[in-house]
Structures are given as structure tokens and as C-alpha cells.
């Protein structure tokens, strides 16, 4: 097989939740890809003391045409949603919420939290399901042990380990927490392209060294992904893979849609507090107020043309 070229994308701090505002490390979207499958946005947060940061306190706001991949390393999280899902967020164990049409949901991290740590990410719906119905999974996968390495496997097939959980496009997300110093080598979808987001240690993804919370970018073709952690203690990453997803999508704030006027429209039904989004019961605050539109059209977003 060919060597992989490994495409190394870097974060961006960025403030998340509004007033109460925790900082987060984005490293999906931005100018060299929007997205890696259908996984279009990428937040990574943490270890966070919360006696000192807050917490996480996310007040109701509205998503639509993306389900939300909620998985943490430590901390819990509450999460409700105007669906009735009243469900909490633990460390192994995924929640996706499905905001197709329209959903709102709040995230706030328990009393019981001490350190918040872990990612949020989306998966944009292809346009023949992006204004599906409202929806939530759990799950919590077994850990399954490949040479040096646990692996959880919360989407799609991954070291003989399926997922349960449903998508719209073929996905990938696994949690790999690697020994020091070994080698890994993972049999992989040749269609997929992957991403391998490293949380803590140092980890070489075909030759390329990742440091923590930058993400390895691996283009469709590779049928194995080979890891070593170059650390000196074990190492955490979070693998992701899907299909190409060969739509333009515009994103602006919670909304992925695929023109300006979807956008436009979106934001309209929240502010006027609209049946499309619900309601969340159960938060003691104010809902979050949509930010002012861009003077500009919102242009749509794709991944750079494959050579």
C-alpha cells in the first residue's frame, strides 16, 4: 500500500454557551476542510476544573439539518431537550441527538463533576434526511482490547465492535486509549477518509506525529491506519471516518442548512419561539437569543477538491 499523506489540522480557542462562556478547542470547521464524512464540526474541551472555570451551563438553543455526538473522558453532564429526553452524559457512554428539522435542547455539567473533560461533535445530515424528526440515542459500548490499545466504538464498525446506533451516512467514531510506546494497526473502510483527534500524549498516524488537540486528516484509499504512541504514558485519541460527503452545506451558529434563506428562516422561528423547536422543560433560565445575522450572505461551505 502507498504511503498516506496525513493532513495535520490545528485548533482554535473559542468561547462556547454565552455569558457563562467555557472555552473550547475547535478544530472542524476551518478554511483547509470542512468536514471528514459527515462529521463537520469538532469541539474539544478540558481536563476543566470546574471549581475554577464553572462548569458547562448551556441554555436552551436550537439546532437543525445535524445530529449532536456527545462523548466525555470525565465529568457528567445533564442534557434535556424538547423532545422530553431527560438524560445524562457519562464518561464511555454516547448521546446523539438528532435536530433535523428542529430541536432545542439545554447542557449543563452536574454538582458531581469536579473535572469536565471530553468532546461535542456534529454530523451533518445529508439533504434527503435533514428535516427528519426530532430524536435521542444512548449507548455504551464495550471496550474491546486490539494490541496495545482499549477501543470504544460509539459509531459505525471498528475491530470487529458495531455500533448500534443509527446515522444517516456511514460513520466511524471510536475513543482509543493506547499503552506507552505501542503500536496500533486498525483494518479501516478504504472509502472512508478518517480524522484522529489526539486528547492527551503524543501519537504518530502513519508516520505524521499528532500532538494534543490536533487532528490527523487521512484521505479515502488507506484499507489500515497504523498508530504509535510515541509518549511515555498511555494515550488518548478519538478516531473519526465517513464516506465523503459531497454536499455543500452553509453553517451559521446551531443551523446547518444548505442556503442562506435557510438560515434566515431558522433563526426567525427561534426568536419568535416557534412549535419547529419546542421547548425544553425543566431549566431554570431564559432561552439563548439568536446572534445578529452577517451583512453578507452566509456562503456554503465544501471540503477542498481531492487531486
Not at 482499549?150 to 455500533?163: E, K, M, N
Not at 487521512?218 to 459531497?246: I, K
Not at 422561528?269 to 452566509?298: H, M, Q, T
Request: net charge negative; hydrophobic share 40%; with cysteine.
Amino acid at each position: 500500500m502507498s504511503t498516506i499523506e496525513i493532513e495535520v489540522l490545528t485548533s482554535r480557542d473559542v468561547p462556547l454557551g454565552g455569558p457563562r462562556a467555557m472555552t473550547v478547542r475547535r478544530t472542524l470547521p476551518q478554511r483547509a476542510r470542512t468536514l471528514i464524512g459527515a462529521w463537520c464540526f469538532a469541539d474539544h474541551y478540558g481536563p476543566d476544573d470546574v471549581a475554577e472555570s464553572g462548569g458547562m451551563d448551556v441554555a436552551p438553543h436550537p439546532h437543525i439539518g445535524l445530529q449532536t455526538v456527545s462523548w466525555l473522558f470525565s465529568g457528567e453532564i445533564e442534557h434535556r431537550d424538547s423532545l422530553g429526553s431527560h438524560a445524562y452524559v457519562r464518561p464511555g457512554e454516547l448521546n446523539l441527538m438528532t435536530g433535523g428539522h428542529g430541536i432545542s435542547h439545554t447542557e449543563v455539567s452536574t454538582a458531581r463533576t469536579t473535572v469536565l473533560h471530553g468532546v461535542q461533535l456534529w454530523v451533518a445530515l445529508p439533504e434527503e434526511h435533514r428535516n427528519t424528526a426530532r430524536d435521542f440515542q444512548h449507548h455504551a459500548p464495550e471496550t474491546v482490547r486490539v494490541d496495545g490499545a482499549d477501543l470504544r466504538v460509539f459509531l459505525g464498525t471498528l475491530a470487529g465492535s458495531t455500533s448500534p446506533v443509527r446515522t444517516f451516512t456511514p460513520l466511524l467514531g471510536a475513543e482509543l486509549l493506547i499503552e506507552p510506546g505501542a503500536t496500533v494497526t486498525l483494518p479501516v473502510d478504504p472509502a472512508f477518509e478518517h480524522g484522529l483527534l489526539v486528547d492527551t500524549g503524543e501519537v504518530r498516524l502513519a508516520g505524521t506525529l499528532l500532538r494534543p488537540a490536533e487532528l490527523g486528516y487521512a484521505p479515502t484509499g488507506a484499507d489500515s491506519l497504523t498508530l504509535v504512541n510515541e509518549s511515555d504514558a498511555p494515550a488518548r485519541a478519538v478516531l473519526l471516518g465517513g464516506t465523503p460527503f459531497e454536499e455543500e452545506i452553509v453553517m451559521w451558529w446551531n443551523f446547518i442548512g444548505r442556503s442562506h434563506e435557510d438560515i434566515v428562516e431558522a433563526r426567525e422561528e427561534w426568536e419568535k419561539a416557534s412549535d419547529r423547536f419546542g421547548e425544553v422543560e425543566g431549566y431554570p433560565g431564559d432561552r439563548l437569543p439568536a446572534p445578529a445575522l452577517p451583512n453578507a450572505r452566509i456562503a456554503p461551505r465544501k471540503n477542498p477538491a481531492r487531486t
